[in-house]
């Protein structure tokens, strides 16, 4: 057997005007697949030796209900059938699915009565045969289409419309082509040489040797470079302005964190809701940390057990096995408190410092057009002797007003490690009103007199999401657009450069 395209070319070659008709009817002549036929022939024209015009022919197929019909009959012939059997008492409609099916007798039944061979009995319900046998003209039509290899033409309009409407046959449309002589026609292909290479060159082989087309005016394909996500616009924005006022950023790239960091150096309780399951991500593998500081560790149960610096604690037995439970970390401040006990305990003694982060956190949240499970938590914090209250708001302030959010208020508000708290609320140009968009508080004693701290030592600390800032920023109304799965990667090609301008740069501007 000949490969297609020897088959296609020696089709050919018989004279000059020579085609090949259709090349469906040429692939099942030859026992060639069809696509591959059709695969060479395009290659052969794009080397110009043939031309192709395209075909396209539509017929019908009979679906598997059509194919049941054609062997055994119609459903209305096979119910007709049962109901004659049955004689003038007829059949109920559970005996009549039993005789022929719920599926034919479904169907069936309805086109009796239409067609008026069968009636239903008012006294008991039966179905009684009027007529003793029928033209099965839907069996019929399926035959003269088959028999037609599926030509519409073979049926009139009005049979057709009845077949589809009972989904029996639907119409395919079929592309193919005929294939003509092209401009560079031979009996056989001669590959062309894309390339001139060395040893053309040594041969002398490149004199008789058929190259392909070069087109030298072309431009190459531009090479698309990467662009930052939003996020990571703002993200870089926002590390900028905080390294301006002397913050240092804390190594963040440890996702999984114990309960001990996450929760218990924060004096935060083994009871409280947020260390539930329907809250965190716990770890099955592996479920444990290896060791956390053992002194610390300690210091931070009794504190929990029976208190410190003016606190009672909790009054509970602190479980070594709940502060050991590997989690997805719930906020970065997991970090803050590991640095917050290197600062304490390193050589030299304590210093004061400003520390930030931005990364990503965990919470087993419903998902919705605001909340996701995973996000980014901004959070900033400084460390120094007898700070106050008036030195977090201030600091906030500092920082709002570099990112253009001029308008602030504070509400107190409970967090379990800071005492006094407060939420943020800024005011929203664009919604004209006040939403919230950060938290923040002083570090309680009872979490930073286990670290080694010295007493008149306080510290401060804000967070706040990135996605909400971006959110508004980028006027995007659903996070699932701007994080995860749904995010339209042309949205991060075409977003602008993020800029954030304070009030002293827009006073310059006017």
């Known amino acids: ?152 033409k073979a049926l009139d309009d009005k049979s057709v419309t009845a077949l589809k409407r009972r989904k029996l046959i639907s119409l395919v449309t079929r592309k193919s082509y005929t294939v003509s002589r092209g401009a560079d026609y031979q009996p056989k292909r001669v590959k062309k040489a894309a390339d001139l290479t060395k040893e053309m060159l040594d041969s002398g082989s490149y004199k008789t040797t058929t190259f392909k087309e070069y087109n030298f005016q072309t431009l190459g394909e531009s090479v698309g470079g990467g662009y930052l996500h939003p996020l990571l616009k703002v993200r870089a924005e926002f590390r900028k302005i905080l390294m301006q006022m002397g913050f240092q950023e804390m190594p963040t790239s440890k996702w999984v964190e114990s309960s001990f960091w996450n929760f218990d150096s924060l004096f935060q309780p083994q009871s409280h809701p947020a260390r539930d399951a329907h809250d965190t991500f716990f770890i099955k593998e592996p479920a444990e940390t290896v060791s956390v500081p053992e002194d610390y560790y300690e210091r931070v149960k009794t504190m929990h057990e029976s208190g410190g610096s003016g606190s009672i604690g909790y009054r509970y037995d602190f479980k070594r096995e709940e502060a050991f439970k590997n989690l997805l970390r719930t906020h970065t401040t997991a970090i803050s408190s590991q640095m917050l006990y290197k600062l304490a305990n390193q050589e030299g003694g304590f210093q004061p410092a400003r520390y930030f982060s931005i990364d990503r956190v965990f919470r087993n949240e419903t998902m919705d057009a605001t909340h996701l499970c995973e996000f980014h938590q901004v959070e900033g914090l400084v460390a120094d002797y007898d700070l106050s209250l008036g030195d977090l708001i201030g600091t906030i302030e500092t920082f709002f007003n570099k990112i253009g959010i001029t308008k602030l208020r504070f509400k107190p508000a409970f967090n379990p490690y800071t005492e006094p708290s407060m939420e943020i609320f800024g005011y929203h140009p664009d919604l004209k009103k006040w939403t919230e968009i950060g938290n923040s508080g002083m570090f309680r004693p009872e979490m930073l007199a286990p670290m080694g701290l010295p007493e008149n030592v306080r510290v401060i600390a804000w967070g706040l999401s990135l996605e909400r800032p971006t959110m508004i920023k980028y006027r995007i109304d659903n996070i699932r657009n701007l994080f995860g799965h749904k995010v339209d990667l042309a949205m991060t090609k075409n977003a602008p450069i993020c800029r954030f301008e304070g009030e002293e740069e827009e006073k310059q501007q006017q």
């Open 1 to 152: 057997m000949s490969d297609p395209e020897s088959a296609i070319l020696s089709a050919l070659a018989s004279e000059e005007g020579s085609t090949i008709a259709d090349t469906y009817a040429f692939a099942a002549s030859h026992n060639f697949d069809h696509n591959q036929v059709v695969g060479v022939s395009k290659s052969l024209e794009g080397d110009a030796y043939v031309t192709l015009k395209e075909l396209s022919t539509q017929f019908f197929v009979l679906q598997k209900e059509a194919s049941d019909i054609s062997t055994n009959g119609s459903q209305e012939i096979r119910v007709l059938g049962a109901l004659v059997k049955a004689g003038d008492a007829g059949l109920s409609i559970p005996a009549l699915q039993q005789e022929v099916g719920k599926d034919i007798s479904k169907i069936g039944m309805g086109n009796c009565l239409k067609n008026k061979w069968a009636k239903k009995d008012k006294a008991s319900g039966n179905l009684i045969a009027i007529v003793s046998e029928a033209k099965d003209e839907v069996r019929e039509q399926l035959a003269a289409l088959q028999a037609a290899n599926g030509d519409p």
